[in-house]
């Protein structure tokens, strides 16, 4: 399968920042094959006339809870603990297999509609999220969220740790790598060090990845160093987690030493601006992240705290915040939100993905520059940060396949998903 | 001309935060006629099946500069003096009304197909503006900016001020107050005694409201207390400047003694969430004026500045940024957020809309409830703040008439909008 973009504005995520105005581009099979401004020669099974659109990489969602889209807004007003307690964890202790495909199915949909191309996900229930991310056509890193809450355990039997070696067995690498299985430690405060020192063994003898909650709020990051004498980025570096790529959602209260380790073990962090403050978490150090050299990359978090799983909005909110909490406009550029969202969330995942260039693969997105909120175009990286919507996505290709265009869904049934959620997945767990 | 709207869930904006499914709402020329559950007798010229969609008022952005929209995004990336004086002075030179004309409808396409039937709008070439926006069907306050930087001041001869003149004479109370004019002193720092006290005069006399910039940036507002030894909105009440109904855009580094002030006479703030964060400016201390009886309402500024006009997002924004910067997620609710931006604005202007109920205006906004972003509703005042966006608008009605319906606008010619911007003003202003 080859396919030819033409006609559009190509946003190709280059450390040149390069903006190419009348670009062309081409897929073969899942890779980009060429970039440039003359139309190739050679014929095409498909050519898309881009309208004059801008092109860009398809967006890398760093952290969700996919299947938690049926709890949106479930709880919203009330504290964090009375919210968790008395409205997220009854029902999360209701979900089944059924309902958790027509949750993350509807997240997909929502994701796929505003430029989401590969996501990193926390839950339960992951073999179903694999399948439907399989069916999506996107891509995925899939960690199996797991807690520890005695000194009775066995690797072998915990019923998370063998989950996660049966999700490896069957996905890890997945048809070249479409989904990934990390490892999961879901938080400090939620588990104990012998899961640690197990997982961490285990990520670094079958080379996966680990995907973990790190000082969300100050009462974790607090906690913490009263149980261990150390942050949580440092209890967790003495037992090894960090010695394979590894992303560290929030990261709100981490410390100038656990950014120096973080930039030193390679560990990305994961910014969720719009739930950090939904749930009154705080805000991120990005900028200062940054500095010290820590791989920085973006996520919306579940949409039960966030309630939305575009990404355009937390590009802009990552750039706003650090502006204006700091009273610095030039805190956090449009172009520093964007590698965010795209080339550091593919470092962050191991990925090769977040950039327009030859030999990476085909995850490109389409947005319609001709929106009344789109014009005029003097600078296209501050209006795809500051102006853009996900709604403005008209087209989506993952893995060298068109998904999804003009509010058409080529690999879901959205009305079947809506009926599932309607019929199914929320009489189950609200009923 | 009468309207029923039948087959939707109406957010009514009232004091018991209702909620009513299966509501039926009819309209009679410019006004809400009823409203309730029961599908009224009689006949209708028109009637609107919601398709089971969230209904509610259209929104009140508060404080707009509608023809700056062609510079949306000119010259981000530059601190704020560098900004102002190389980028935004320079091209502001070169407006002429034929430009003004096109800015100012193409901002009016992207506020109306995000839910707002009524601005602020605050600028220059304000006759033009009036126009267009009586074309388009909104409601605007409008303001002359007006600056003084000389003692030779003569309100008689005063270019601003003979532009006020006659701009109340030819558009105050327009069309059943479709247009009203405000008195508008651009800030304390850029004007002088003169002019506050003059224009404070004649707002009373025309019984005009008032449109100022305030407290924007901590330099403004500490450099205010140097030259006066008072802040901006104590030192402008000494020249009587409040005592008309008024707007104080921004707010961003205003007192306790400030908001005691402004309680007492009636000042509205504006809260412009984006547009602070992207400038540095801060962050406003809206719960505070809030609890000290300050009416607080809601705005996205000039799109220069923010880059949109969607005040879906600065709803969203102005409850997050106020629960994440003080560590608390119950700082400022859904629909908190939802007040400010309707019932509140509406107020702030002196206007009889933002809320669903008999004898008010007919501003309605119509959200498509079944779009992936919206699914599930466990709280219509939760979806409609943390979760839609501006294009989950459907249908806007303004005044009694529907003027946009599902990405069609009936008064406003989009594609002879953009032919215009890109043809006449962005040549003109930066060819």
Not at 316 to 321: G, I, P, R, T, V
């Amino acid at each position: 399968m080859s396919t030819l973009i033409y006609n559009c504005t190509a946003v190709l995520m280059d450390e040149a920042h390069t903006v190419l105005p009348g670009a062309c581009v081409t897929v073969e099979g899942r890779k980009i094959s060429s970039v440039g401004t003359a139309r190739p020669d050679g014929s095409f099974d498909e050519t898309v006339d881009a309208g004059g659109g801008i092109l860009m990489p398809g967006l890398v969602n760093a952290h969700t809870h996919i299947p938690m889209t049926l709890m949106r807004g479930y709880g919203d007003g009330h504290a964090l603990q009375e919210w968790l307690n008395d409205y997220i964890f009854p029902v999360e202790a209701k979900l089944d297999d059924r309902a958790v495909r027509a949750g993350s199915d509807l997240a997909l949909c929502e994701l796929i509609a505003s430029g989401v191309t590969t996501i990193a996900d926390m839950y339960m229930f992951c073999d179903t999220i694999a399948q439907e991310v399989v069916a999506s056509g996107i891509n995925a890193n899939i960690a199996r969220g797991t807690t520890l809450f005695t000194d009775n355990f066995d690797f072998k039997t915990y019923p998370a740790c063998v989950e996660l070696r049966e999700l490896v067995d069957r996905w890890h690498g997945y048809q070249d790598g479409q989904i990934l299985i990390d490892a999961c430690i879901h938080g400090e405060y939620t588990s104990r060090p012998a899961l640690w020192e197990a997982l961490a063994q285990y990520a670094a003898d079958r080379k996966l990845g680990m995907h973990i909650h790190v000082s969300e709020t100050k009462t974790e990051h607090e906690e913490c160093k009263g149980r261990w004498g150390a942050t949580p980025i440092q209890t967790l570096d003495r037992y090894g987690v960090w010695d394979v790529r590894a992303i560290a959602a929030h990261c709100v209260w981490t410390t100038p030493e656990d950014w120096a380790l973080m930039a030193e073990k390679g560990v990305s962090a994961v910014h969720n601006p719009a739930s950090n403050l939904k749930l009154g978490s705080g805000v991120a150090p990005v900028v200062e992240m940054r500095q010290a050299g820590v791989n920085v990359c973006l996520g919306t978090d579940g949409v039960s705290s966030n309630n939305s799983h575009d990404l355009f909005e937390d590009m802009k909110l990552a750039a706003l915040l650090q502006a204006g909490t700091r009273c610095d406009p030039l805190a956090l550029s449009a172009w520093d939100a964007l590698e965010m969202a795209t080339v550091d969330g593919a470092r962050a995942l191991g990925r090769n993905t977040g950039r327009i260039e030859a030999g990476r693969d085909a995850d490109l997105i389409l947005l319609d520059a001709s929106a009344p909120n789109l014009i005029p175009c003097h600078n296209a990286a501050s209006n795809l940060v500051y102006a853009a919507h996900g709604s403005n996505v008209t087209m989506n290709m993952a893995r060298g396949q068109v998904i999804y265009k003009n509010g058409e869904f080529f690999t879901i049934d959205l009305e079947r998903v809506k009926r599932e959620v309607a019929e199914y997945a929320l009489p189950r767990l609200f009923g």
